[in-house]
């Protein structure tokens, strides 16, 4: 079946360091792939996301792309700030699975000034 | 517009109880699905409603159910609760229909069985 595979947290940096989260995925059809970031005490909210090989997806200095051949899409940000505490969740859904999400199990980020 | 809203916000309840929750999504969102999230299990999926009718199902025991209504909002059930039951239960909706359509999560009710 579909899986998510995430690098194990918990991930401490110093501000303005470089962050790179991996996350490798098994699927037997077309997934779509996203990240999603929780705050504590909040719910989930999409960062970015990607729906075909090859493609970028990026927001706010986050970037993740889509790797068909190595069944990647490992988040990356140039300059971590203090603000980008949190626990970051790839997921995947496959294009017959309606909203059905698959969540990695997490990676807690935790920046330092 | 609103986000998505999940009421109550934290629950507590004994072995053997029941309880509903319940999920307001945004408005115009036909799609309402519901996860179980653990420290140790993480993120799972429960079920996902479209227009009123279930179109997907995780590997939950029949005592957890769900349902949605015409105005979108949707609840679900667990019965005979059990301590393992204990969680934070997320909704999220979307306009639905296509794999790729943003989730919108709502904060989660917390759920404490004792």
């Known amino acids: 079946g579909n899986s998510v595979t995430q690098m194990e947290g918990p991930v401490t940096l110093s501000e303005e360091a470089f962050l790179t989260i991996n996350c490798t995925y098994t699927a037997t059809g077309y997934p779509s792939l996203f990240w999603y970031v929780q705050y504590p005490g909040e719910g989930l909210q999409l960062l970015l996301k990607?729906?075909?090989?090859?493609d970028k997806g990026s927001n706010k200095g986050f970037e993740a792309t889509y790797r068909k051949e190595t069944t990647s899409f490992h988040l990356e940000k140039g300059s971590v700030q203090v603000s980008d505490s949190a626990v970051y969740f790839c997921?995947?859904?496959?294009?017959?699975?309606?909203?059905?999400?698959?969540f990695g199990q997490g990676t807690e980020l935790s920046v330092k000034p | 517009k609103a986000g998505v809203t999940q009421t109550p916000r934290y629950l507590i309840k004994t072995r053997g109880q029941q309880v509903t929750l319940s999920c307001s999504p945004i408005?115009?969102?036909?799609?309402v699905s519901w996860y179980q999230q653990t420290p140790g299990q993480g993120l799972q999926f429960l079920f996902e409603y479209f227009s009123e009718t279930q179109r997907n199902k995780g590997n939950f025991p029949g005592r957890f159910s769900g349902r949605q209504f015409s105005n979108s909002r949707s609840e679900m059930n667990v019965s005979t609760l059990e301590l393992g039951d204990s969680a934070l239960y997320l909704c999220?909706?979307?306009?639905?229909?296509?794999?790729?359509?943003?989730?919108?999560f709502g904060p989660g009710t917390r759920l404490t069985v004792l």
């Open positions: 408005s115009g969102h036909r799609s």
């Open positions: 999220a909706s979307s306009t639905g229909g296509d794999s790729d359509n943003e989730q919108f």
């Open positions: 997921a995947l859904s496959d294009y017959n699975q309606g909203g059905k999400l698959i």
């Open positions: 990607a729906t075909k090989a090859d």
